[in-house]
C-alpha cells in the first residue's frame, strides 16, 4: 500500500503533501496532553505492523492496521501515521520520501473518516461496539485501496482495474484487521474504556 | 559551512542539538537508501544482463514492466519478468545502463549497471542480496517514536506552564 518513489507525477504529490500537512495541523491541534502517549504507542504499532506480511491471497500485502489509529485517535491518526510513515521509509525503504503526503494521506484520511462515522457506537452495548469496530477496521483498509487507486490513477489511467486489483489483494488483510480491531475494541472496553471515544463519567458510574 | 552554523546555533541547546543530529542522520539515511522496498538486482555475465525482482515478502514480481535506458534517458530495450520474476537482455551499449521496474501498483525499483561493469564482464557475477537488519530497524523506529513522544508532551507540558 506504499507507493515509491518515481511513481506519481509533481501536482500528485504535491496535492498530496499539501492535504497531508493539512490534516496533520488539524490532528495535532486535537492532540490532547492526556492522549500524546497512547498516540506514541500506537504509532508504534502502526510502524510495526507493515512488517506483518499477510500469506493469504495473490499480491503482496502487510497489515496496516489504520482503522484502530484512527478509532482510537481521531484526527491525531494523522500525524502519528506520518511519523510511522517517515520512519518506514528511511529504515525499510516502504515507500518513496516524496511520496510520504500522499502516503499519509491515503491512510490516515480513511482512518478518519470511519472514526467520524464509527466512533459514536463504541460506547453501546458490547455486541454493536464489536462489529462496528470490525466494519471501522474493515472499511479503512477499504478505503485506503480505493485511495490508492484513486492516486494512481494520473499515472496509470485505469481506476477500475488498479483499484480492483488493489482491494482483492487486500481482501485477507481487511478480515484480519477487522478482526484485529474488534478485539483490541472488546479488550480496552473491559480493561480500560476511558481510551476509547465518547467515554464519559457517567458511563463508568454506571458499569 | 551551512552544517557547521547549524550545529553551532544546535549547540546552544542539547535538544537543539539532538534535533540536528536525528535530521542529520534522517538525511544520511536517505542517501544510503539505495533500494526501495521492491527489490531489484541485475549483474552482467558476458554480453547478458541479467535482471531479478522480488517484493520485501520474498515473491517474485511476475510479469513487472521492465525498462533499459542510458544516462541521458533514451530508452534501449523493454520488457517485463517471467514467472520467477527475471529477466536478461543483451547488452545494448557501452554505456550506464539504468535499469527501472514497475511492479504495478504503486511499486517502483531501479539499478544501475556502471560502464565498468560492463567492460569487464569476467567479473561479473550475482551480487549479494543485502543483509536483512530488519530487528535493528525496528528498535530504532521504536526509539525514534519514543523519543519524539516525549519530545511533544515535553513541549506541550511547557505551553501549559508558560
Redesign the interface.
Known amino acids: 500500500m506504499h507507493i515509491s518513489e518515481g511513481v506519481l507525477s509533481g501536482p500528485v504529490l504535491l496535492s498530496g503533501g499539501a492535504l497531508a500537512a493539512a490534516g496533520t495541523a488539524i490532528g495535532l491541534k486535537k492532540l490532547d496532553y492526556d492522549r500524546i502517549a497512547q498516540a506514541g504507542i500506537l504509532s508504534a504499532t502502526f510502524f510495526v505492523a507493515a512488517l506483518i506480511h499477510v500469506p493469504i491471497g495473490p499480491a503482496n500485502a502487510h497489515l496496516i492496521l489504520n482503522g484502530l489509529v484512527g478509532l482510537l485517535l481521531g484526527w491525531a491518526a494523522f500525524p502519528v501515521i506520518l511519523v510511522a510513515l517517515v520512519l518506514q521509509a528511511m529504515l525499510f525503504q516502504f515507500g518513496g520520501i516524496t511520496a510520504l503526503g500522499v502516503n499519509t494521506l491515503i491512510m490516515a484520511l480513511p482512518a478518519v473518516l470511519c472514526y467520524l462515522v464509527f466512533s459514536p457506537f463504541l460506547q453501546k452495548n458490547t455486541t454493536l461496539a464489536f462489529s462496528t469496530a470490525f466494519a471501522c477496521g474493515f472499511l479503512s483498509v477499504f478505503l485506503s485501496a480505493l485511495g490508492l487507486g484513486l492516486a494512481l490513477v494520473f499515472t496509470e489511467k485505469n481506476f477500475f482495474e488498479i483499484s480492483t486489483i488493489v482491494v482483492l489483494a487486500h481482501i485477507p488483510v481487511m478480515i484480519i484487521e477487522g478482526i484485529v480491531t474488534a478485539i483490541c475494541v472488546a479488550f480496552l472496553k473491559k480493561v480500560q474504556p476511558a481510551m476509547l471515544p465518547g467515554f464519559s463519567r457517567r458511563d463508568q458510574s454506571r458499569t | 559551512m551551512l552544517i557547521s552554523r547549524c550545529i553551532l546555533i544546535a549547540g546552544m541547546n542539547t535538544i537543539r542539538l539532538n534535533i540536528a543530529v536525528f535530521l542529520l542522520s534522517?538525511f544520511l539515511?536517505?542517501d544510503l537508501?539505495e533500494?526501495?522496498?521492491?527489490n531489484l538486482f541485475a549483474w552482467v555475465e558476458g554480453d547478458i544482463v541479467h535482471v531479478e525482482s522480488k517484493?520485501?515478502?520474498g515473491?517474485k514480481v511476475k510479469s513487472g514492466k521492465i525498462s533499459v535506458a542510458d544516462p541521458k534517458g533514451n530508452e534501449l530495450v523493454k520488457g517485463t519478468t517471467n514467472d520467477q520474476g527475471e529477466f536478461s537482455f543483451k547488452i545494448p551499449k557501452k554505456s550506464d545502463l539504468k535499469i527501472v521496474l514497475?511492479a504495478?501498483?504503486?511499486?517502483?525499483?531501479?539499478w544501475t549497471i556502471a560502464a565498468s561493469e560492463i567492460k569487464a564482464p569476467a567479473a561479473g557475477k550475482k551480487p549479494d542480496p543485502k543483509k536483512d537488519n530488519?530487528i535493528n530497524?525496528?528498535i530504532?523506529?521504536?526509539g525514534?517514536?519514543?523519543i519524539?513522544?516525549?519530545l511533544?508532551?515535553y513541549i506541550?507540558?511547557r505551553k501549559?506552564t508558560n
Open positions: 534522517l539515511g536517505l537508501a533500494a526501495h522496498r521492491v517484493f520485501s515478502s515473491k514497475l504495478g501498483t504503486g511499486h517502483r525499483a531501479e530488519t530497524a525496528i530504532i523506529g521504536i525514534c517514536i519514543f519524539l513522544t516525549a511533544v508532551a506541550r507540558k501549559q
